[in-house]
């Protein structure tokens, strides 16, 4: 679907929102991805803004100041705006420690809206269950539809913990709860998502729409793989596993680690041209210890192969994509998986665990691998297969192509469209019972 046609079709859709309140809590799409709590979160709140502009739809992103020198709005392109909002300290705050400052913030919100005329925003939008606490009460104060995006669910992310991981609290069970029952529309990233939103959490089939993410394919794109490692000071006959993401226990980094010893244990000579490359910050339970995953590599006799690298811009993560012989997902637990559609757009096949939204973001055998288990020798095994066999290697190369090339941001931003317009003309009469103060969730 062409940028024409769709913006066609939003002509013909009837009931859409001028203004949209889009909430993101614990983190500003403004931040950089890969640090702190910012991540794929950040890039779909951010694209689906930018799309959603283009469409004719005004989106003001409230967000969490974390510092005093921040502007309390911010245009981050034409017809998006960024609110900041004081919510507690500045700094300091870990994202567990939000739900005490949620009436903070939903009092800063709600302000906003009041220094404007009657019925300035149309629709609310929240991500992630904190924001969600703050869209309910702004669906109630302004009598508009509530669209709520998950993006992660505690109850899924408990049954698959990482060893060492910390399970999700009761207080984020209660609240997601909460806000799946007051929501008017659900998004899910994949159908399986949808469906344990109806199986773990009893939400209304009716209300649960799937809207899968995209991906920048201008950004994201094919390109030679010797001029990337050039650019990035790779050698250019290395055999690279790239990780891209979040340092923490549920992105299993340890597990490309693990895996990459045994490699080298049954074939040694790999070892002058393998190049693993962790690009990325720590985060989540991760900030406790931020050079675990170093000490590994020492402890596992390999970290004269990898290669750790700081978060970087999108320009230069679609490099790292190019220049890598296969990227590496084995985390326990993804709502979709961005890293992986955005390697498959550059041409790089993708070796994931076989969990949740992976098995959507990748055609298994088609354009990439998946892997039932988080054994490291499961993981050496496949990784030892493609970097064998280069025939393999370009057919899943060119599968990627074809599968990245159906998660463009501009079809994620239409179908978005209709939810939005679905929501709008369903929207319920706010639920009998009285929604319990914010502050309550944490």
């Not at 806000?179 to 649960?208: F, H, I, K, M, S």
């Amino acid at each position: 679907m062409t940028v024409r046609e769709i913006r066609t079709a939003g002509a013909r859709r009837t009931g859409l929102p001028r203004r949209v309140a889009m909430v993101s809590v614990h983190t500003s799409p403004l931040d950089q991805p890969g640090i702190g709590d910012a991540g794929g979160m950040n890039v779909y709140v951010v694209e689906l803004a930018e799309r959603l502009a283009t469409l004719g739809v005004e989106v003001e992103v409230f967000t969490r100041a974390t510092a005093s020198e921040l502007l309390a709005d911010v245009e981050l392109s034409p017809r998006v705006r960024v609110r900041h909002v004081t919510a507690g300290p500045f700094e300091g705050l870990s994202k567990e420690d939000l739900p005490a400052q949620l009436c903070a913030f939903t009092a800063g919100m709600l302000g906003v809206e009041a220094a404007q005329e009657r019925g300035y925003f149309d629709l609310v939008h929240s991500h992630y269950w904190l924001s969600g606490q703050v869209g309910w009460l702004a669906r109630e104060r302004w009598g508009v539809p509530l669209v709520h995006s998950m993006h992660t669910m505690a109850k899924v992310k408990n049954a698959a913990l990482a060893a060492g991981d910390t399970p999700e609290p009761l207080a984020r069970l209660i609240g997601e709860q909460q806000v799946v029952d007051a929501a008017d529309r659900l998004v899910a990233n994949t159908d399986e998502e949808a469906a344990q939103l109806v199986g773990l959490y009893g939400a209304d089939p009716a209300r649960v729409a799937v809207v899968h993410p995209g991906v920048d394919l201008d950004v994201f794109s094919p390109g030679p793989a010797s001029a990337a490692r050039a650019r990035l000071g790779l050698p250019p006959d290395s055999q690279v596993l790239l990780f891209a993401g979040r340092i923490q226990p549920l992105k299993a980094p340890d597990v490309l680690l693990r895996a990459t010893a045994q490699l080298l244990d049954r074939d040694p000579s790999l070892r002058a041209r393998l190049v693993v490359a962790v690009v990325g910050g720590p985060s989540g339970s991760g900030l406790e210890r931020p050079e675990e995953l170093a000490r590994l590599a020492a402890a596992l006799g390999i970290a004269d192969v990898v290669r750790f690298q700081p978060p970087v811009a999108q320009e230069r993560l679609a490099d790292w994509y190019r220049a890598a012989t296969v990227t590496v997902v084995p985390s326990y637990n993804e709502s979709f998986g961005l890293v992986a559609v955005e390697s498959q757009a550059c041409g790089t096949p993708v070796v994931a665990a076989g969990v949740a939204g992976l098995r959507t973001a990748i055609s298994d055998g088609a354009s990439g691998l998946l892997v039932a288990s988080h054994e490291p020798s499961a993981w050496a095994a496949a990784l030892g297969r493609l970097l064998g066999s280069p025939r393999l290697r370009a057919e899943l190369s060119a599968g990627a192509l074809v599968h990245a090339s159906r998660f463009g941001w501009s079809v994620t931003a239409a179908r978005t469209l209709d939810v939005y317009a679905d929501a709008v003309a369903h929207h319920a009469s706010p639920p009998a019972a009285s929604p319990p103060a914010v502050a309550a969730s944490g």
